[in-house]
C-alpha cells in the first residue's frame, strides 16, 4: 500500500511498546490481541477478562446488545481508556497506550459514527487535517489533490461529485466513505469502526461493506462494531461477542449461525449447534 503521508521512511514511532520491546512482528500473532483485558468505571465493572484476536487482512465484528462493552473495548483499543488489568499484545509484543496519539503512532485508525469528518471543510481538507502537506510555506493543494483523488479512486468510491465539496453536502455512505480513505491514508494497520452503516440505506450499506471488505484485501486488520447481523455476516470474517462485559463466543463467522450469535449477545451461552465457539481463549 502507499503511505502518502509518511516522511521519514514511513517507519512508525515506536511509541507505546515499554522498555525497548524489539518492534519486529512475530511470525503468526495476530496484529493485536487483548488478554484478559478490565475496566471498571467506580462499580461499573464495564470489562472483565476480555480476549480479543485481531488478525490482519480480517474483518472482526464486535457484537453484544447494550452495555456489553463494545465502546469500552473499542475506546480502550484506542488508547482513550486504560485497561485495569490484562494486556494488550501488539504483533505479538505487549504494549501499553496511554493516549490516542500513541495509539495512532502504532497505526490504529478509529472511525467513530459522528465525530469523523469536518462538515465545513472539503473531502480534501479532511483528508489531511492534521497532516498537511505544504511546500515552501504554502499549502499543497494540488499534490494533495492527486492523492485524495487516487486513494478514492483505488476504493472505488466513485459517487462523489466534486472532492471540493464540503462534506456537509455528502451522503452518509459518502462520509463513511472519505473516512475510510481518510484511514487509508493514515496507513493504518487496524482500522476500528463503530456502527458504520447505522444511518445508511440498502445501497449506501452495500457500498461501505463493500468498501470495508477492500480495506481488509489491502492486508489492515479491521474491527467493526455493528447491531445489524445482517451485515455482520455479509462482511465478517470473525465474529467476537460479549456479554455484560465478558467474551461469550468467538471465532470464524462460519462456525456462527444468526440465531446462535442472538442467543450470546442476550443470555451469554447457546446451547444450539453444539458447544463452546471459544477458539483457543479458554
Ligand atoms: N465513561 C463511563 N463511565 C461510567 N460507566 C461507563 C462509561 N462508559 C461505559 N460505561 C459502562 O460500561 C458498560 C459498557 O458500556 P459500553 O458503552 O461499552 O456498551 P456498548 O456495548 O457499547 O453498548 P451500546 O450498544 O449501547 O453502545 C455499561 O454498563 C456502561 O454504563
Ligand atoms: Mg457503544
Not at 37 to 48: D, I, M, R, W
Not at 127 to 155: I, K, N, P, Q
Not at 169 to 180: D, E, F, I, K, Y
Not at 262 to 275: H, I, K, L, N
Amino acid at each position: 500500500m502507499r503511505r502518502p503521508w509518511a516522511r521519514d521512511g514511513g517507519g512508525h514511532p515506536d511509541t507505546a511498546t515499554q522498555a525497548g520491546v524489539p518492534s519486529a512482528p512475530v511470525d503468526g500473532a495476530p496484529l493485536l490481541s487483548l488478554r484478559g483485558l478490565s475496566k471498571g468505571f467506580g462499580p461499573v465493572q464495564a470489562l472483565t477478562r476480555v480476549d480479543l484476536d485481531l488478525p490482519a487482512g480480517q474483518i472482526t465484528a464486535l457484537a453484544g446488545d447494550n452495555g456489553a462493552g463494545k465502546s469500552v473495548t473499542i475506546k480502550t483499543i484506542s488508547g482513550l481508556w486504560e485497561p485495569d488489568g490484562g494486556q494488550m499484545v501488539w504483533e505479538g509484543h505487549p504494549v501499553v497506550l496511554r493516549s490516542p496519539k500513541e495509539a495512532e503512532g502504532l497505526g490504529i485508525t478509529t472511525i467513530y459514527q459522528d465525530l469523523a469528518l469536518c462538515d465545513n471543510l472539503d473531502i480534501v481538507q479532511n483528508m489531511f487535517l492534521g497532516h498537511e502537506r505544504s511546500r515552501r510555506g504554502v499549502l499543497d493543494e494540488a499534490s494533495m489533490e492527486l492523492t485524495a483523488r487516487r486513494t478514492l479512486e483505488e476504493l472505488h468510491v466513485t459517487t462523489v461529485r466534486s472532492i471540493r465539496q464540503p462534506v456537509a453536502s455528502l451522503s452518509g455512505g459518502q462520509r463513511q466513505s472519505v473516512a475510510v480513505a481518510k484511514a487509508v491514508m493514515s496507513h493504518a494497520k487496524l482500522v476500528i469502526m463503530d456502527e458504520p452503516t447505522a444511518a445508511l440505506g440498502v445501497t449506501q450499506t452495500r457500498m461501505v461493506l463493500d468498501l470495508i471488505k477492500r480495506l481488509s484485501s489491502q492486508g489492515v486488520a479491521v474491527l467493526v462494531v455493528s447491531h445489524n447481523l445482517n451485515d455482520v455476516f455479509a462482511m465478517a470474517d470473525r465474529i467476537a461477542i460479549l456479554h455484560l462485559g465478558r467474551s461469550v463466543a468467538s471465532g470464524p463467522i462460519t462456525d456462527f449461525d444468526p440465531q446462535v450469535v442472538v442467543d450470546y449477545m442476550t443470555t451469554g451461552s447457546s446451547t444450539r449447534a453444539g458447544s463452546g465457539h471459544h477458539d483457543g481463549e479458554g
